[in-house]
């Protein structure tokens, strides 16, 4: 096992890779970064379905006999697409169902996203959670939806039916907090409805590197040493605050009276954590997010990047309240906008959300024209 990898996961930093293919675990690769690389679960999203479609109709894809038999039998693309990315989820959540077990059902999670055309629709996006629930029909899956304002009461809804879930798409503080409510509303209805607490989950997807590269682009425009100076603190600035509302309520009696009745707390989620600058270093949204009790879902070259030069120095996020407080004082001071960036780039993110859905569906659209059987 990679030290410094072992190093982040003995700090209390559950490490999972945001990618997945049928070729990863047919090949023994997804098992051997579980094994080798501390991986401790998976999350998706239809860009990496469409990347790892984009080959179906090769001969060698292990996705060719499934998407040549779904031709023959005439399926739609949707069909399609639900049976392909479902199947993945549920090999997926096998292979990961024993770290699941050794962690007592913390991590050992695998990812699967409600269709983002749904994002702005609540009742749409609780039933297409349900039927994904019930497709993959594994216990140590999350159904990922968007925390859009529609999103939040489906979020409820649907823990409220003992469905584990990420919530994605999370930029602000603000509404970091309803997400957190919308949480325990859920809980607390599960409970009622007479649902085992102690498997139910949560993660928040609070996403990281796209803070920066949107206020960079503003500091860069603005041009003053000032703001030359406050490049790249932002999104790590932001997240660190969104630690400290999450120990203020899970510090809460309503949390602790959940707790009580088994309940686990949802998660903090680092996600968007490669680096998009070239001039920051590549491990800049890892070594800089480490506390006990988080996730950070990283892609591949993230995971190599830090297995090869990571650093661990303790804990970077409990007691940073305050500077974190300044650096996003001191952007409003220059005129950035906090609320107008984190709004922008919700709606930046719900259109690529659906463009990356689209490009799930033309790619396999392709794929199931140009079966050859």
Known sequence: MNDRLKALADAGVSIWLDDLSRDRISSGGLAKLIQDQHISGVTTNPTIFAKALSTATKEDSPYAEQVVALAQAGTSTEDAVRV????DVRAGADLFKPVYDDTDSVDGRVSIEVDPRLARETDKTIDEAKTLWGIVGRENVFIKIPATKAGLPAITAVLAEGIS???TLIFSLERYRAVMEA???GVEKAIDNGHDVTKLASVASFFVSRVDTEIDKRLDAIGSDEAKALKGKAAIANARLAFEAYEEVFASDRWRELETAGAKPQRPLWASTGVKDPAYPDTLYVDQLVTRGVVNTMPQATIDAFADHGEVSGDTVRGTYDEARKVIADL??????YDEVVQQLEDEGLSKFEASWTELLDTVTGAL???KW
């Open 84 to 87: 392909i990315t479902t199947d």
């Open 165 to 167: 879930v990420n919530v």
């Open 183 to 185: 949480f325990l509303a």
């Open 332 to 337: 409003e001071a220059l005129g950035v906008s």
């Open 369 to 371: 024209k140009d079966a």
